[in-house]
């Protein structure tokens, strides 16, 4: 089986790295993929890191720089040329542009193999607002655009069962058409050395992603302003790149809530794992998740997590078995279940312990593979049988 895979790549974030983790492992079982990836100038350096990264694997990549999305006729011309010239099998698209570059080759008659699609995500404006609450999504540009790609893609899967109930609910999706491959990775291990470079306080938490505004930074700087005077020496250390804007709201947050000596944003890392070693507690606390690596990545540390009982936070964690969640948005019970971890030794090991047992024996790479593989061969004998 060969399969081209297609995306829009800006850095290497979630997608990418899910990336690092299936293809290498597709091929193992015997399935050639070929990457076209997609990258605009203004990401340049963080899109040519992924490149090198993917390279580095010894994995078939096509690149192309465009000046912008709008370039989509030199795009269209790119990726045809790339299936033109590979008898592939399938191909797979992934998030809300490939999606659209693919099915609108396949209206032309340029692609005639069946088209399959991952959805990682919807909207970050939507999610913003609603979380992942389908019967809330509007009929707006973004909308339309996915419903018309999705008329010419054959079969889909979401990352996590809330994701796949938004695109039911929304309209976008059939549900027959729709099902979910939650993500497995095989994490490197770690020796969980202990580092004051990387501690910056007796008790650290720790919150890892794009500073977006669904990912809830604020929620976390209210809930530790609430149980402030029941701490000594903590920091909440605050790890990610994203909207500059945000970033400085955020900041002027932590100064109002008089929180300066207890928050630090450190900017975006690649050694995430020596701030996972030395924290005692992670939060999540984003209105909505479509899957989130760093749930996995603090499972592998043996680090605690506490969450908002949300799509897809409460898909991968148990409450009170491999984590904490909180009634959503409540930062008063976000603060209560930090102070309790954080004053509660015995029970952060024995949540982590558990989350690491979970996370081995599911949220593993042999188990996420063994189902996409079975995804390809059912689509292709759909397509067969039609």
Request: charged residues 25%; aromatic residues 10%.
């Amino acid at each position: 089986m060969k399969i081209l895979f297609v995306q829009k790549v800006k850095a290497l974030a979630g997608s990418e790295k899910y990336f690092l983790e299936l293809v290498p492992a597709l091929k193992n079982k015997g399935i050639e993929v070929e990457f076209v990836c997609i990258y605009n100038q203004i990401d340049l350096e963080k899109a040519q890191h992924f490149i090198k990264v993917y390279q580095d694997l010894n994995l078939k990549i096509h690149t192309f720089k465009v000046r912008s999305d709008r370039s989509i006729l030199s795009i269209l011309k790119f990726i045809r040329s790339i299936y033109k010239n590979g008898q592939f099998d399938m191909v797979h698209s992934h998030l809300i542009h490939a999606d659209f570059w693919v099915t609108l080759l396949k209206r032309t008659g340029t692609i005639s193999c069946p088209i399959v699609s991952t959805k990682h995500g919807y909207d970050e404006a939507f999610i913003s607002d609603f979380g992942f609450d389908g019967h809330q999504v509007p009929k707006n540009f973004y909308y339309k655009l996915c419903r018309f790609s999705e008329r010419k893609i054959d079969r889909s899967f979401a990352v996590s069962n809330g994701l796949k109930q938004l695109f039911i609910d929304s309209g976008i999706s059939k549900i027959e058409k729709i099902k979910t491959i939650h993500h497995g990775f095989d994490l490197p291990e770690m020796q969980n050395d202990k580092n004051t470079t990387y501690r910056l306080a007796d008790q650290q938490i720790i919150i890892i992603g794009r500073i977006i505004p669904f990912k809830g930074h604020h929620y976390a700087l209210h809930a530790l302003a609430n149980i402030k005077p029941e701490l000594n020496d903590f920091c909440l250390v605050i790890l990610g790149h994203g909207d500059e804007a945000l970033i400085k709201d955020l900041k002027h947050l932590v100064i109002k809530l008089k929180l300066e000596n207890h928050v630090q944003f450190m900017g975006y890392k690649t050694n995430i794992y020596d701030y996972l070693a030395n924290s005692d507690v992670m939060l999540v606390p984003s209105i909505a998740e479509g899957f989130g690596l760093v749930f996995l990545e603090a499972m592998q540390a043996e680090l605690p997590i506490i969450g908002f009982d949300v799509p897809a936070t409460n898909e991968i964690i148990q409450d009170q078995k491999t984590g904490l969640l909180v009634p959503p948005y409540d930062e008063n019970k976000l603060g209560n279940a930090i102070l309790e971890l954080l004053q509660n030794e015995s029970k952060r090991k024995k949540l982590s312990q558990q989350a690491k047992e979970r996370l081995v024996s599911y949220f593993c790479l042999d188990r996420m593979v063994d189902e996409t593989v079975a995804f390809y061969k059912q689509s292709l004998h759909v397509r067969k049988t039609k």
